[in-house]
């Protein structure tokens, strides 16, 4: 019985127990008598999700009131006389947990059970009542061990499952006695829909649900409040840790994940204990040649033979300062990581730049928002998004394109499809039918490569119709007239046959994304990843600039960042144009100032991206040819498109360092191995997709003689004569803040306090801005300056030698190139092996059914991965996950760039298919 | 699954669906479930497979699980195939007492199967449901859309026989 909505804005006094206490506005008599100190025992209301009120533990007696109440879901209401501890109230909690108890097999053992603490606090010993039949365990997922015997039926798993997480896996089946949890229709659950966030998990009380493996009993020595190291989401995380392990991992209440977890952040931390851990340095044995295409299953041993760590970094410099000697600084570069900190990326393109002399410095930005942060720069002024993915509440209208978001960046889609439930319009774009669609009111399965086209039509319906926000345009905005000139060739009538979405669906579309209080764009791989990536993002900001769709709560853009800190990473200058915090390398003020906070003197010619050094190893007239490389936690030999030709290119370096934590495919090609740490063996600040600055705090030591990254480079730099003093994160992240205006008011004290600032944050104190662009644009003139984007195609059309259409994507379960998802027992139990998704209709036409092995071949390469059949994908299509080493992606993918980003085109290619 | 509700169902039974969901708020699409359920398994020789289930979340924009919920609730939603005729014994508590157990106890004797089995001639299905409101005649039980009550062994032998 929630109250009237007015009983909502006010405080209610009323009396617990005999005491005078305070309700805060809505507060139920169960919320507000914790607050207090009163406990009173409950089992089905979990914080967070509805109340249900089907356990009936929470009986409490209200004066004047005939029967009992359940405090968790009713409101107090002035002057009320409530008791929890009467006689008559005491009396009936206690037969409801004796009831509850006789509903579960025998005693609740582990120390989280909620169930055995509530028994045991009110003294139920042995229940009077006889015990049912109970179900089978079903321990058929690798993650989730499901124990319905010690269920209780309060249904928290399901509206986690449901109201929550929106997987819509977990039903309440039957009926009376017969009544039980299921998934989907009473399937195993390793059969089920399920995805494995384990929502449920967190939410049962009982552990019916918990995760797999003995560690459901075991209690934890210390638990150390984390970060999730997978996605850009930045999952804030508690680890369960004993004996050096981890036991397991729980969702803590985190701006951008409200204690939510998928998959990765819950199951996937196995990785770390992984047998083939890198634990002591390697270097090349004498006489073990490199090899384009070397047995990436050989046993490391053969190819490299450990070593102390101060041969290995006296080899390790040694080489880069050979190098540099005798073939000049512009012959050296480094590839640094989105996976490792802002520190690390500091110090490493610090490194790079006053230790290598060059900015030939990057990492895999290049390879997914490139293209994205080129059009935000030229058009906006600031590459980071406008709004976080918490805006979803407060927007109408949401349209998410080129996004697998439920895969990617599961827990952002999760408050997508909160939103899109709570009765926001919810767009989704995208030439796959991904599981976001289900929930969408508009669903537009386009073409792939007609993005552009598209999104011009809808900009000039909105001309034709005149739903342009001409106020904005003419006070926030410059260059509309040409924009204007260049979409009149876009109708929407004159797009649809290209895009394959017809006129009427465009034009209502753009109506509604037009014509909302607060609409916000979403994008990822799919926009940027193409030879025309920056165009595409460049119409996504027009149709924003066009609206006034940005700089207000609830309104803006969000290329949602793919690796958990790429958005850190960037900022902290691991890009070769420009120094921490996008001050440019050729711009004279930028280098002076940097020189003097270095202490060293600076090249001002922009360096080298990803795939420009991969082809300027090859490149054997170049002057500048690449001959050394410093890659740290990046595997280019999976991720980098063309991957022959990238292969063959690593197997020419004359000197390659490599520090990672596992060998991976590009240890291969290395001349020296450094062992380096995973995520929770170390300490240091993250940026999230959401310009969040969060803390990751070391929770395991590293194994063996492996260090932490920051060490190593502390000592690398030594060794290549820089006097570096860094005795921990903390100091780097002081010199950030003098180097980066826009995060000089972060501490590192209110990190370790918050866990948690948004920047801009310039002076300390500042709240941090999570909306942006409210009054001007970081742009020259303070405005937003439109760019009309040509309609072109992709670098490699199918033609009838190779005519279908590849495009690579992600699973679930692996990230990025599988080093470490592969290497988790639970991830890679769930996905082991690569597999290809086709609509139905192809599979029969190549007459192979799902699991049938293909041979997919392109003009530069070709696999065998097993056939998947996917009527979300259109006829003529294929997508290939990139995380598999024996079915590698890249190896078809083609090198052609983006002009202005310089991304290559991952999502669009020439295949031909076989049966295997 | 935006855009592709023309694809789900007939005409006609789209057509019947549409009835009832005209009898709701238009944002209550979800109410028309049992009657949707209904339409669709009397369209399917009286079952609901899984894929059914499916469509018709997807037509009423409802979580297919939140359907599996409703037709696994309902003793008259059938999952499996059923029998040509499908014999549907009431022992909720007025039967009960008037003897549902003995009916019960004849027609598994009679047919061969226990309740919940097909003949394997696909005959019949024997099925126990919940009180069907003919208290005032128990015990009872319900052929097709027929009430038969106050039953004995012989009444329902001489039931069964009548049928085809
Ligand atoms: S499995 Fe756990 S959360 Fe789900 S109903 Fe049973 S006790 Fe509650
Ligand atoms: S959504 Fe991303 S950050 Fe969150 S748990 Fe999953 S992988 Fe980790
Ligand atoms: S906690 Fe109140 S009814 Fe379950
Ligand atoms: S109890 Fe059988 S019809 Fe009511």
Redesign the pocket.
């Known amino acids: 019985m929630p109250g009237s909505p007015k009983a909502k804005l006010e405080t209610v006094a009323y009396h617990l127990n005999g005491s005078a206490i305070n309700a805060r506005p809505g507060e139920t008599i169960l919320e507000s008598a914790a607050r207090h100190g009163v406990e009173i025992p409950h ?2 209301h979990k914080p967070g999700l509805r109340p249900d009120g089907n356990c009936r533990a929470c009986l409490v007696e209200i004066e004047g009131e005939r029967v009992l109440a359940i405090a968790c879901c009713r409101r107090p209401t002035p002057g009320m006389a409530v008791r929890s501890d009467s006689e008559r109230a005491r009396r009936s909690q206690r037969l409801v947990l004796e009831l509850l108890r006789s509903d579960v097999s025998g005693t609740p053992q582990d120390s989280a059970n909620e ?1 055995g603490q509530w028994c045991q606090r009110l003294a139920i010993a042995k229940p009077r009542f006889p015990e049912g039949p109970q179900p089978p365990a079903d321990l058929s997922h690798p993650a989730i061990a ?1 124990r ?1 015997d ?9 509206r ?1 499952c449901r109201e929550i997480q929106v997987n819509d896996v ?1 039903g ?1 089946a039957h009926r009376g006695a017969a009544s ?2 299921v998934f989907d229709l009473d399937a195993l659950l390793r059969t089920s829909s399920c995805v494995g966030c384990g929502e ?1 998990v967190q ?7 918990a995760p797999a493996g003995a560690s459901r009993f075991a209690a934890p020595e210390k638990a150390v409040d984390s970060l999730c190291p997978y996605c850009g989401v930045g999952c804030q995380l508690r680890l369960q840790v004993k004996d050096n392990r981890i036991l397991r991992v729980e969702g803590r209440a985190g701006p951008a994940n409200q204690g939510r977890l998928c998959i990765k952040g819950r199951f996937g931390f196995d990785y770390v204990q992984h047998r083939e851990r890198l634990t002591r340095p390697l270097v090349r044995r004498d006489g073990v040649a490199k090899t384009p295409n070397p047995d990436f299953t050989a046993d490391l041993r053969r190819v490299f033979r450990e070593a102390t760590w101060e041969e290995a970094m006296q080899r390790a410099a040694a080489g880069f300062r050979d190098i540099s000697e005798r073939h000049g600084p512009h012959s050296l570069a480094g590839f640094g990581s989105a996976k490792g900190s802002n520190e690390e990326a500091y110090l490493f393109q610090k490194l790079i730049r006053t230790g290598f002399h060059s900015n030939n410095v990057d990492h895999c930005t290049r390879l997914c928002h490139a293209s994205s942060v080129a059009a935000l720069m030229q058009m906006i002024g600031s590459g980071a998004v406008s709004n976080p993915v918490a805006d979803v509440r407060k927007a109408e209208v949401i349209l998410v394109i080129g996004s697998n978001t439920t895969e990617n960046h599961p827990v952002a889609a999760s408050f997508m499809k909160n939103a899109a439930h709570a009765g926001k319009t919810l767009i989704v774009m995208d030439p796959r039918r991904t599981a976001l669609a289900r929930h969408a009111d508009y669903f537009l399965q386009f073409r792939p490569d007609t993005d552009v086209a598209m999104l011009n039509g809808m900009m000039q319906t909105l001309i034709e119709e005149d739903l342009t926000n001409d106020e904005f345009i003419a006070s926030r905005t410059t260059g509309f007239a040409a924009l204007k000139a260049h979409l009149a060739a876009f109708p929407a009538e004159r797009v649809a046959p290209i895009c394959g979405i017809s006129a009427r669906t465009l034009r209502q579309v753009a109506r509604v994304y037009a014509g909302s209080r607060g609409s916000m764009i979403f994008w990822g791989m799919g926009i940027s990843q193409h030879v025309h990536g920056t165009d595409n993002a460049r119409c996504l900001i027009n149709l924003a600039l066009l609206t006034g769709q940005i700089g207000r709560p609830g309104s803006g853009l969000h290329p949602l960042r793919g690796q958990n800190n790429v958005q850190g990473a960037s900022d902290a200058g691991l890009i070769p144009m420009v120094f921490p915090d996008y001050q440019r390398v050729d711009e004279p003020e930028a280098r002076r100032r940097f020189e003097s906070l270095w202490g060293a003197p600076l090249d001002a010619r922009p360096g080298l991206t990803v795939v420009e050094i991969m082809h300027a190893i090859g490149d054997a007239d170049a002057t500048d040819r690449i001959r050394g490389m410093y890659i740290m936690g990046e595997n280019p030999a999976m991720s980098d498109p063309n991957l022959p030709h990238a292969r063959h290119a690593l197997s020419r370096l004359d000197h390659l360092v490599v520090q990672d934590i596992f060998p991976t495919e590009t240890v291969f090609y290395a001349d020296v191995v450094l062992p380096a740490s995973a995520f929770p063996e170390k300490t240091g600040s993250f940026t999230n997709t959401d310009r969040r600055v969060q803390l990751g705090r070391q929770a395991l030591a590293p194994p063996g003689e492996a260090r932490a990254d920051l060490e190593i480079l502390v000592d690398m730099a030594r060794h290549l004569g820089l006097d570096w003093q860094y005795a921990h994160p903390r100091a780097v992240f002081e010199e950030m803040r003098r180097a980066m205006p826009s995060m000089a008011g972060i501490t590192w004290e209110r990190l370790e306090r918050e866990g948690s600032v948004t920047y801009p944050c310039r002076r300390e104190g500042d709240p941090g801005e999570e909306v942006l662009f409210g009054e001007v644009f970081p742009t020259a003139d303070g405005k937003g300056h439109f760019a009309a984007a040509p309609f072109s195609r992709a670098a490699e059309l199918p033609d009838a030698e190779f005519p279908w259409i590849l495009i690579t994507g992600r699973r679930l379960e692996h990230w990025h190139t599988g080093a470490m998802t592969r290497r988790s027992r639970v991830l890679d139990a769930i996905q082991p092996a690569p597999t290809v998704d086709l609509h139905p209709t192809d599979l029969d036409r190549l007459a192979a059914g799902t699991g049938d092995p293909l041979r997919i071949r392109s003009r530069r390469g070709e696999v065998v991965a097993y056939a998947r059949a996917d009527p979300g994908m259109q006829p003529g299509q294929v997508h290939l996950p990139f995380c598999y080493r024996e079915a590698a992606a890249n190896l078809l993918t083609i090198d052609a760039l983006d002009p202005d980003g310089k991304i290559p085109e991952f999502k669009f290619c020439a295949v031909r298919i076989e049966p295997a | 699954m935006a855009g592709s509700k023309e694809q789900l169902f007939t005409p006609e039974i789209r057509a019947e669906i549409d009835q009832w969901i005209a009898k709701y708020p238009a944002e209550w699409k979800q109410s028309a479930v049992m009657a949707a359920l209904r339409i669709v398994q009397d369209a399917n020789g009286g079952w609901l497979s899984r894929e059914l289930m499916d469509d018709v979340a997807g037509y009423l924009e409802m979580a297919p699980i939140a359907v599996y919920e409703v037709a696994t609730f309902y003793s008259m939603y059938e999952l499996k195939p059923v029998g040509k005729h499908k014999i549907c014994v009431c022992t909720n508590v007025s039967c009960m007492i008037n003897g549902s157990d003995n009916i019960v106890g004849h027609l598994e004797k009679k047919l061969g199967v226990a309740l919940g089995g097909t003949t394997s001639d696909g005959k019949f299905t024997l099925k126990e449901v919940e009180c069907l409101g003919a208290c005032g005649g128990a015990p009872m039980m319900q052929i097709g859309k027929q009430y038969y009550e106050n039953l004995t062994p012989e009444i329902v032998d001489s039931i069964l026989d009548r049928l085809e």
């Open positions: 089992l089905c169930l499901v319905l010690a269920c209780i039926q309060c249904t928290r798993c399901l986690a977990i309440y039980r949890i449920c939410a049962c009380p009982t552990s019916a649900l």
